[in-house]
């Protein structure tokens, strides 16, 4: 197994200004192909850094990939310390200099002088080629490691990697074999309780699992062989088996599960919102899918006056809420948020089928924003639950259940 590592280059980079997404991508895709990652590295755009990390990772690495620094500007280093640290000369690469020519003609400009730079390369530099953009890529050897320079721009670097370096190491390692990544989401469970649950799953040796949160799911991922898809998938059912209820999705986020249901039964749906304020509609509308089946939505401020507000129980405000904005704007489904008081809200969606309603609190303390969103995940879950025909209630880590009801559809005068 050939050690890899990816040095991504810039001052907006290193402080963050910009979310370095060409290295999260570079490193799932090697490790799809066979060719996990050893170490990833940033450095801004001082000269001594860089090279002293160059130097330092061509001595302890097999393959090192370089993001960015190839620009025209003085801040673009990467191809002089790539020839300062092999010991070369910059020569003037004749034929990335007609290129360049050419991609200025075609759009009707002269080249500027400060583009002849980047047909400048080390003297032992083999060419990658960029067929969507002025800074050619290239490889080289420093110290018995095999180094790729690549441009720092998304579209051109994923371009090179999957055209040019992905099958360039195939050929010197042929002997990698590809891995595939299987997902399941949950939602309401612990990193740890997942973890505690999953330790009695005896997995075979080349098999693996990982872990990804990002609020309010976790994300478990099975890496392992890919063309050992049948195992693979019967691996992925006993996790899902074990991780029950709290499953939201297989293989795909809970928004694209959601959207493939409403498009599959064609029900419309109305949305009535308190405490999301709006977040609940915008979130489900992210989906195609869903959109296309949306009829109204209501936004309902904290100073908004309706009829619902004479219920003194928040439950029953809401399940009223959830059934009047389905008589009223004629749809399948309502969905209905209720007033988050004192760490506690209600959600009730109206059906052909009857009306389902719940009260919990919130076991945690999250900003505004995180607030809707969670409260937002419940609501959308409720949909999901009754579209696919599941127990409408279960438990989830970050709430507790005060208070829940069923009722069904001959009980409510309003869908007589």
Same mark, same amino acid.
């Given at each position: 197994?050939?050690?890899?590592?990816?040095?991504?280059?810039?001052?907006?980079?290193?402080?963050?200004?910009?979310?370095?997404?060409? +290295?999260?991508?570079?490193?799932?895709?090697?490790?799809?192909?066979?060719?996990?990652?050893?170490?990833?590295?940033?450095?801004?755009?001082?000269?001594?850094?860089?090279?002293?990390e160059i130097v330092m990772l061509s001595l302890n690495l097999d393959i090192v990939i370089v993001? *960015?620094?190839?620009?025209?500007?003085?801040?673009?280093?990467?191809?002089?310390?790539?020839?300062?640290?092999?010991?070369?000369?910059?020569?003037?690469?004749?034929?990335?200099?007609?290129?360049?020519?050419?991609?200025?003609?075609?759009?009707?400009?002269?080249?500027?002088?400060?583009?002849?730079?980047?047909?400048?390369?080390?003297?032992?530099?083999?060419? %990658? =080629?960029? #067929?969507?953009g002025t800074a050619c890529g290239f490889k080289m050897m420093i110290n018995d490691c095999l180094?790729?320079?690549?441009?720092?721009?998304?579209?051109?670097?994923?371009?090179?990697?999957?055209?040019?370096?992905?099958?360039?190491?195939?050929?010197?390692? $042929?002997?990698?074999?590809?891995? @595939?990544?299987?997902?399941?989401?949950?939602?309401?469970?612990?990193?740890?309780?997942?973890?505690?649950?999953? +330790?009695?799953?005896?997995? $075979?040796?080349?098999?693996?699992?990982?872990?990804?949160?990002?609020?309010?799911?976790?994300?478990?991922?099975?890496?392992?062989?890919?063309?050992?898809?049948?195992?693979?998938?019967?691996?992925?059912?006993?996790?899902?088996?074990?991780?029950?209820?709290?499953? %939201?999705?297989?293989?795909?986020?809970?928004?694209?599960?959601?959207?493939?249901?409403?498009?599959?039964?064609? $029900?419309?749906?109305?949305?009535?919102?308190?405490?999301?304020?709006?977040?609940?509609?915008?979130?489900? @509308?992210?989906?195609?899918?869903?959109?296309?089946?949306?009829? +109204?939505?209501?936004?309902?401020?904290?100073?908004?006056?309706? #009829?619902?507000?004479?219920?003194?129980?928040?439950? *029953?405000?809401?399940?009223?809420?959830?059934?009047?904005?389905?008589?009223?704007?004629?749809?399948?489904?309502?969905?209905?948020?209720?007033?988050?008081?004192?760490?506690?809200?209600?959600?009730?969606?109206?059906? #052909?089928?009857?009306?389902? *309603?719940?009260?919990?609190?919130?076991?945690?303390?999250?900003?505004?924003?995180?607030?809707?969103?969670?409260?937002?995940?419940?609501?959308?879950?409720?949909?999901?639950?009754?579209?696919?025909g599941l127990p409408m209630f279960v438990e989830y880590g970050f709430f507790a259940r005060k =208070?829940?009801?069923?009722? #069904?559809?001959?009980?409510?005068?309003?869908?007589?």
């Open positions: 197994m050939p050690k890899i590592a990816m040095l991504s280059t810039g001052e907006e980079v290193l402080y963050g200004d910009i979310v370095d997404t060409n +290295a999260a991508w570079l490193s799932r895709t090697f490790y799809e192909h066979g060719f996990s990652m050893t170490k990833r590295a940033t450095v801004g755009d001082q000269r001594d850094s860089l090279l002293q993001n *960015g620094g190839l620009g025209p500007t003085s801040d673009d280093l990467s191809t002089e310390v790539a020839a300062e640290a092999a010991g070369e000369s910059l020569i003037l690469h004749e034929s990335w200099l007609e290129v360049l020519k050419t991609f200025f003609a075609k759009r009707g400009k002269p080249m500027p002088e400060s583009n002849i730079k980047q047909a400048m390369l080390p003297e032992s530099a083999i060419l %990658v =080629d960029n #067929p969507i180094f790729y320079f690549t441009p720092g721009v998304p579209s051109e670097f994923k371009k090179m990697a999957m055209e040019q370096i992905i099958p360039d190491l195939k050929q010197l390692f $042929p002997q990698q074999q590809g891995k @595939q990544c299987r997902r399941v989401f949950t939602f309401g469970l612990s990193e740890s309780g997942i973890s505690d649950t999953l +330790a009695t799953l005896a997995l $075979p040796p080349e098999y693996e699992l990982g872990y990804r949160s990002y609020l309010p799911f976790i994300e478990v991922k099975l890496f392992g062989p890919m063309a050992d898809d049948e195992r693979g998938q019967r691996l992925l059912a006993m996790i899902s088996k074990l991780l029950s209820h709290n499953v %939201v999705s297989i293989e795909q986020p809970m928004l694209e599960r959601i959207g493939f249901l409403i498009e599959q039964q064609k $029900p419309t749906l109305a949305i009535a919102e308190h405490v999301t304020k709006g977040y609940l509609s915008s979130w489900l @509308q992210d989906d195609a899918r869903i959109e296309q089946q949306c009829g +109204a939505t209501w936004v309902l401020g904290e100073q908004t006056h309706s #009829p619902v507000d004479r219920e003194e129980e928040q439950l *029953g405000a809401t399940l009223a809420l959830a059934g009047a904005t389905r008589t009223n704007c004629n749809t399948d489904i309502a969905i209905a948020t209720g007033k988050l008081e004192q760490s506690t809200f209600s959600l009730a969606i109206s059906t #052909p089928r009857g009306e389902w *309603g719940q009260t919990l609190t919130l076991q945690r303390d999250y900003d505004s924003k995180n607030t809707k969103h969670v409260i937002s995940v419940v609501a959308a879950d409720m949909l999901r639950r009754y579209l696919a =208070d829940q009801i069923f009722l #069904p559809s001959d009980t409510l005068t309003h869908n007589a």
